[in-house]
RNA sequence: GCCCGGGUGAUGGAACGGCAGACAUGACGGACUCAAAAUCCGUUGCCCGCAAGGGCGUGUGGGUUCGAAUCCCACCCCGGGCACCA
């Protein structure tokens, strides 16, 4: 390799060592600087790492150098989402237990982060699926538990009838296992669940106050769901012995206009209903098929709705005017939201109107619709019409005295419901978490004591394609005695799903090493919350929830901080990569390896490409040629920093060199604009139009002034050493001596930066016709005289006066004629 | 269906009401070279013109403004999220 040839290897490499050895990116608390948590979503450990992680970890690590250069100590740790079913998968079809193919993988994927030179404190790494972390989340759950935050309750659930086992909805995806093809049901089976609804209206209020991108906010608003409404009983006909149908309404101003009820088929009531009845065969036929049905087959079934409900013969009675309606089932309403059963509104309701139509049930309209209107179904304000004693109100008028009315009458109150349901974290499978918990036939359902923790899993178990976890089948895991009779007991061989371990990891990093406890809420309370989230968009709602779900319930715990109420300050949530309009993946074999170019671009050739390749927000196609051009960049930058680009002299300053020494300024203020701006391909072009300007400098016939060049050029390095840490440390090295990532981040004079002359643009009537040199302080009465005194702008007017001349210092006047 | 984004050269993108296309990629032409690579220089939105210059141009149509890629209204197309939530 020729002398003076930028052998990115060599330097990469020397660097990396250098900060793994002095400990640059290792923080403490002691350490008087500010603390700024800088953390990027901790990744499943698939084995190589991929370009989405490349995109991840560079933003991460441009953040981090970039705040370090400003004087925080940042806090920037990685670790692992090391449980999940994949591991689980390769270890039934590859005979290896998940932990070896895992820590393999972890390894792999540690080797390719560390050679993209992203700074991190290693002392602080975390892997959920080792016993000293997953010790703390049953910990958690224990605490949870306690706290009546985590209980168990029968839920439905995909049940595969072959494979015995129960699937994930992603593992049933079309009604099928995706294992032995099989057709999915539902069945009911007891499940442990976190009590998230208790927390839905701080979940939603505090979406407020975070500063994260508007559209996860929305997501997570309407994943939430909040609707206030009215719940209210509705008698049955004839039928004392039952008791009344409760429903759940968001318009009970339209209650006048109920001309039918409907039950789901699940609901509690249906049975009692039609028994004995001419209705009973054909309802239960109607309820069985619909419970065989996968919530999927039941969404896709849209459209054959002479199918979907049927009428149960039985009559309900509208308490407001005593009339008497048909009672139906419908699979349209839903048994696990409100209380699983509706009044029909036809005229103001789409789903009741179709339904109606369908089985010729009558429509009664509430409100009094715009004249223009011609759709069926109104939902809009306006007087009521048709409702006995609501009439000439305005529909919130009527809202608030039809929920009195009921009030007054002990039928009915005020309800807000939720689309939010409780997280249910029982996974059957064995790579996951142990959910510590034994059953006595004695003392029921027994918390495993904090001193017995971890629940290990156990080694020796045989991974088979039987779909059973092996915890089932493991004796010695299985069986065991009761911490409080000390009987016999058997273990919960249920795991927690892997959202339970990442709603607390950025806890731990704050004290990872902690061997008795979790983490130490004042450490906790030193770093947190994060002031800077990074990672993909696919998390705005599940993960993010969840995490924000485990602070509120930690603070008021007492293991947090009580005020620490929101993990992540502010989120920021980078666009994918495509391989030709589509997301790379395995699958579609569209997948270009980050190694390949460490191999032959260098790492700060590939961290450059993506911060230069357009807004991190958005979505970008990969492109080979964008690392060619990235890599010409940087080979540039570095001939130019190393003394091989034309002439340098030592001279008095001149206009010229007062001119790059102006840009040098304007350089340094754009990038700290665009660096708290997140504009790094603005940045960057930035830095290459000043290289040009370097280049030309440097090459013209007066050469450049030393002084001049050297702290133009050593700006450049500064500016530039967040994005290509490695190149620019070792030219600061060479240059200067010293470590540039230590260096302060540079000030600038927004006065020098300022151009002493500027071009002046004169329109007429909009439109640009000359362009005049002038003084940046050129006023405005100057500007119109040069911009009238113009030969180009007199043509145009053709002899005409101007009718009005706008004149925006120094930039631009518009002639209008 | 509802809710977000987004439509700018051959391509990625730039332009936070004021010069549309910065910077880069690609392509073409040239220099250097025995040759190639690398590097360097030049051209590159469309139309008319020898040129000076002129006209057109940011999905479509309208509007506001001295001035619109940018703001407003309507529509078309693409991407994403949610979807019987009463």
């Known amino acids: ?128 699926c080792e016993p000293e972390y997953y010790r703390w989340t049953q910990y958690l759950f224990l605490r949870l538990y306690d706290a009546g935050l985590a209980y168990k309750a029968m839920a439905p659930v995909n049940w595969c009838p072959s494979c015995q086992t129960v699937l994930a909805n992603e593992q049933a995806e079309g009604g099928v296992c995706e294992r032995c093809g099989s057709a999915v049901e539902k069945r009911d089976l007891e499940q442990w669940f976190f009590k998230i609804t208790d927390y839905a209206d701080q979940l ?47 318009r009970i101003d339209t209650v006048f206009g109920m001309t039918y009820v409907v039950l789901a088929p699940e609901h509690p009531l249906v049975a009692e209903l039609v028994r004995g009845t001419g209705q009973e065969r054909e309802v239960t036929e109607f309820v069985d098929r619909v419970r065989l049905e996968s919530e999927i087959d039941r969404l896709s079934t849209e459209g054959e709705l002479d199918k979907r409900g049927v009428d149960t013969g039985a009559k309900a009675v509208n308490p407001f005017n005593g009339a008497e309606v048909p009672i139906y089932l ?40 715009p004249d223009s209107w011609t759709e069926p179904i109104y939902a809009g304000p306006g007087t009521k019409v048709n409702s006995g004693f609501l009439d000439g109100m305005d529909v919130d008028e009527a809202k608030e005295a039809a929920t009195a009315w009921l009030v007054e009458r002990g039928a009915g109150e005020a309800k807000v419901n939720y689309r939010l349901r409780d997280w249910l974290i029982s996974r059957q499978r064995y790579w996951g978490c142990p959910i510590p918990i034994v059953y006595c036939d004695q003392c029921g359902t027994v918390p495993v004591p904090a001193e017995d923790l971890p629940v290990r899993l156990p080694d020796d178990v045989e991974f088979l394609p039987t779909g059973e976890s092996p915890l089932r089948s493991h004796e010695g895991f299985l ?15 249920d795991t927690m799903d892997t959202f339970v371990d990442s709603s607390w990891y950025f806890l731990r990093y704050c004290d990872a090493g902690n061997e008795t406890a979790p983490f130490d809420p004042e450490k906790v309370g030193h770093w947190m919350p994060v002031d800077q989230y990074i990672g993909g968009i696919e998390h705005a709602i599940l993960h993010l929830m969840y995490a924000r779900f485990f602070m509120k319930a930690l603070a008021d715990l007492g293991l947090a901080p009580n005020d620490l109420r929101e993990p992540f300050a502010r989120l920021f949530t980078q666009g994918m990569i495509r391989m030709g309009g589509t997301k790379m993946s395995k699958s579609k074999g569209n997948l270009v390896s980050p190694a390949e170019f460490f191999d032959s671009h260098g790492a700060d050739a590939l961290r450059l490409f993506h911060l230069f390749v357009g807004p991190p927000t958005e979505d970008v196609d990969w492109s080979d040629q964008g690392v060619d051009g990235a890599s010409r960049y940087l080979n540039r930058l570095w001939r130019l920093a190393t003394g091989e680009v034309g002439t340098v002299v030592d001279r008095d300053e001149t206009d010229a060199d007062r001119e790059i020494t102006r840009g040098r300024h304007a350089l340094v203020g754009k990038f700290t604009d665009d ?6 391909n603005t940045a960057i072009a930035a830095a290459m139009e000043f290289t040009n300007e370097l280049y030309r400098y440097a090459q013209s016939a007066d050469g450049a002034r030393r002084e001049t060049l050297d702290d133009a050029v050593d700006h450049l390095l500064l500016v530039l050493a967040p994005m290509a840490p490695h190149m620019t440390a070792e030219l600061w090295e060479r240059r200067r001596g010293g470590h540039i990532h230590e260096e302060p981040w540079p000030a600038f004079d927004a006065d ?60 631009l006047v518009n002639v209008v004629g």
């Not at 004087?71 to 237990?97: R, T, Y």
């Not at 002493?756 to 040199?773: A, L, P, Y």
Request: proline letters at 6%; hydrophobic letters at 35%.
């Open 1 to 128: 390799m020729a002398e003076g040839f930028y052998d990115f290897h060599a330097v990469e490499e020397k660097w990396q060592a250098y900060w793994d050895e002095k400990g640059t990116y290792r923080v403490d608390e002691d350490d008087p600087r500010p603390a700024f948590y800088d953390l990027c979503m901790y990744p499943y450990p698939s084995g190589p790492i991929h370009m989405g992680h490349v995109r991840n970890y560079t933003l991460g690590d441009v953040i981090c150098r970039y705040r370090t250069m400003n004087g925080f100590k940042v806090l920037s740790p990685m670790g692992w989402d090391s449980f999940g079913l994949p591991a689980e998968n390769a270890a039934i079809k590859e005979g290896i237990h998940p932990g070896v193919i895992t820590r393999q993988r972890i390894e792999v994927m540690k080797q390719q982060i560390r050679r993209l030179g992203a700074a991190y404190d290693w002392r602080r790494e975390v892997s959920c």
């Open 204 to 250: 939603l209020d505090d979406v407020e106050a975070l500063d994260w991108p508007e559209r996860v906010k929305v997501m997570q608003r309407n994943w939430i769901g909040r609707s206030h409404g009215v719940e209210f009983d509705i008698p049955i006909a004839g039928r004392d012995d039952l008791g009344p149908i409760r429903v759940f309404t968001t």
């Open 330 to 369: 419908a699979d349209y309403v839903l048994a696990g939201y409100g209380t699983g059963a509706i009044m029909a509104v036809p005229g103001e309701d789409q789903r009741d109107y179709d339904f109606a139509v369908c089985y010729e049930l009558p429509v009664i309209r509430t409100t009094r619709r």
């Open 479 to 493: 069986n065991t005695t009761c911490p409080s009779c000390d009987g016999p007991a058997t273990r919960e061989t």
């Open 675 to 680: 660096y708290e701006r997140w504009t790094y």
């Open 752 to 811: 020098m930066a300022a151009a002493e002359t500027v071009t002046m643009v004169v329109q007429v009537n909009g439109k640009v016709r000359d362009r005049i040199d002038v003084a940046a302080d050129v006023s405005e009465d100057e500007m119109r005289a040069a911009a009238l005194a113009s030969d180009r702008v007199q043509e145009q007017l053709g002899g005409r006066k101007p009718k009005k001349v706008i004149v925006v210092p120094p930039k």
